[in-house]
Every structure is written in structure tokens, then in C-alpha cells.
């Protein structure tokens, strides 16, 4: 269920802290928020590279993991054409498949998905992974549904949700929106919610809103979020391959 906007504190929109590559970024969300979710940690692990991005689809519950729609990636800025899939068998062969993606220099980013518990995912599997960002300049994320946050390595986590999109010109719908807060942040500070809005001229997720304070926050599951600059648009993008 989308939260009340009127109830959430949300930061002030110059605050949000630019996202690095090279790092180990973790998004958390529940399940009806994982399409917003997806596109969120496709955008943080591929911004700013032209190069491709790989998609480690966690083990399994395939059946149920949201199948990303060519259209809809083209129209987020994310040529589908860029989007390599994997599929894995189990949780090590996930974590692995992006250990050793996220070690190819020329990849945009890498993002694992996985679903419910991944004990595999520890401290030791996580600074592995941060090293191997680091070393490559790769963007990294690890998208985790339905779980609670795990000791971790990792730069940032946040938590993700979907927004109500602001209504245009005689009731049209208007560009996606979501509600992000940040959890963690290594070195600085957290737990600042952002609400962010596609810019499609610009080709990013922008924050708005205005500033509020961070105690009024209603008790619940704490939302992640960050604003993050999405790769440049390809011309001759397949729009109708679904990634």
C-alpha cells in the first residue's frame, strides 16, 4: 500500500547525497513495490555508463519474479537492448555469477535480485563484492525483497516504494514516482526519505517536495531512497524486446 504523503517527512531535495559507482548498494522493498524497486536499483547500478547492464535473477521463485518490459525500460531512459539476464539455480550461484560480473570494467552495473532469505549474503560475500566494485568502477546493487536488512559491506541501503505520480493536464497521469528512504550510508548521514519523480527530459529521478522533520514519520517499515541519474537514451533502442 503506497503511504500517505501528507505523513511522511520528506528531505529537502538538494540534501540527497549523489550515489558512487564503484560501491556496493543495497535496495530493500516489499513485494508490491518490487517493479519500482527494479527500475530504482537498474537506474543507481547504471548511471552514467553506456555500457551493459546485468540482471542476476535470484533462485527460486522465478515464476513469480516480475518479468522487466522492453517499453517500459526505453521509456525509463535504460535501452532494453543493454540488459543482460541470468538466471541461477540458487543463492551462492547468484551471489557469484555477480561477484564475478561486477568484475568486467566494461559493464555499466550489475544488480542481484533475490527474494525473501539469502543467508549466503554475509559480511565476508558482501566486502568480496565491494572489492570487486571497487577494483572495476562497476555499478553494484543487490535487490532484496520481502527481507530484513543483513550486516553488511554494502555503501547504502535503501527501501523503496511506489508513489502516486502527479496528475497533469486534465487528469492524465503524470511521470513515476517513488518514495525512497536512506537507511544506511556509510560515513554519513541516514534516514532521510526523498520523494522522487522521472525527469524525462533530463533522464533522471529527481527529488521533490519539501523539507520536514524526520521524527513525524509514521511507525513502519522504514523506506529507502536515493535519486539517481539514469544512463543517456540510445537511439534505435528495441522497444518492444522484453528484457
Aim: net charge positive; charged share 20%.
Amino acid at each position: 500500500m503506497v503511504p500517505d504523503l501528507a505523513a511522511v517527512p520528506l528531505a529537502a531535495p538538494g540534501a540527497f547525497p549523489p550515489l558512487a559507482r564503484g560501491q556496493l548498494h543495497e535496495v530493500h522493498c516489499d513485494a508490491a513495490d518490487w517493479a519500482s524497486a527494479l527500475g530504482f536499483a537498474l537506474a543507481m547500478a547504471g548511471a552514467g555508463h553506456p555500457g551493459p547492464l546485468v540482471l542476476v535473477r535470484g533462485p527460486g521463485r522465478g515464476a513469480q519474479l516480475l518479468q522487466p518490459c522492453g517499453a517500459g525500460l526505453a521509456l525509463l531512459g535504460i535501452d532494453p537492448a543493454r540488459l543482460l539476464i541470468l538466471t541461477v539455480d540458487n543463492a551462492r550461484e547468484a551471489l557469484r555469477s555477480a561477484l564475478e560480473a561486477a568484475r568486467g570494467a566494461a559493464l555499466a552495473g550489475v544488480v542481484v535480485e533475490a527474494r525473501g532469505a539469502l543467508p549466503a549474503y554475509d559480511l565476508t560475500v558482501s566486502r568480496r563484492l565491494v572489492l570487486a566494485a571497487e577494483r572495476s568502477g562497476v555499478g553494484l546493487a543487490v535487490l532484496r525483497g520481502d527481507a530484513p536488512p543483513r550486516p553488511s559491506a554494502a555503501h547504502t541501503r535503501w527501501q523503496v516504494r511506489a508513489a502516486p505520480s502527479t496528475a497533469l493536464a486534465a487528469r492524465a497521469p503524470g511521470p513515476p514516482a517513488l518514495l525512497a528512504e536512506l537507511l544506511r550510508r556509510r560515513g554519513g548521514p541516514a534516514g532521510l526519505v526523498w520523494r522522487l519523480e522521472w525527469n524525462d527530459t533530463d533522464g533522471t529521478f529527481q527529488p521533490c517536495g519539501e523539507p520536514a522533520s524526520p521524527t513525524s514519520a509514521p511507525a513502519r517499515t522504514p523506506p529507502s531512497g536515493a535519486v539517481v541519474s539514469l544512463a543517456a537514451r540510445r537511439t534505435g533502442a528495441e522497444r518492444s524486446r522484453a528484457a
